[in-house]
């Protein structure tokens, strides 16, 4: 959505993303500058440096109780960061939540 807008209109949705975050107007005299950057649209990154999903797949329920489901197959469970479904997915803080809650089903 963001990247098929003018540039005028990103600008203006970003200041006030900045205004709303830190509760300050200074980004509005700051002027601050971007660059707008659609990582799907590259042939060799095809995505993010997170997980990403591509279009359509967010909205398929079989897929996410797959995504969900850390015992893949009997005595084999898959953690890590872009595994974990929460906050943290993709970083470190993902992949520590992970490794414990796999570790816990291990446990059990």
């Known amino acids: 959505y963001f990247g098929g807008l003018a540039q005028e209109e990103q600008h203006s949705l970003l200041t006030d993303f900045l205004v709303l ?7 509005e005299t700051f002027h601050p500058t971007f660059l707008s950057q659609n990582w799907v649209d ?6 993010a440096y997170t997980g990403f999903f591509p ?4 909205s398929v329920p079989a897929y996410w109780e797959a995504y969900r489901t850390m015992e893949k197959i009997p ?9 974990h479904v929460g906050f943290g997915n993709g970083y470190i803080e993902g992949a520590i939540r992970d490794g414990q809650v796999a570790a ?3 446990k059990e």
């Open 75 to 83: 005595n084999v469970f898959v953690a890590g960061a872009d595994y």
């Open 104 to 106: 816990e089903k291990v």
């Open 21 to 27: 975050s830190f509760n300050d107007s200074r980004a």
């Open 55 to 58: 279009p359509g797949v967010m």
């Open 42 to 47: 590259q042939p060799f990154a095809r995505g």
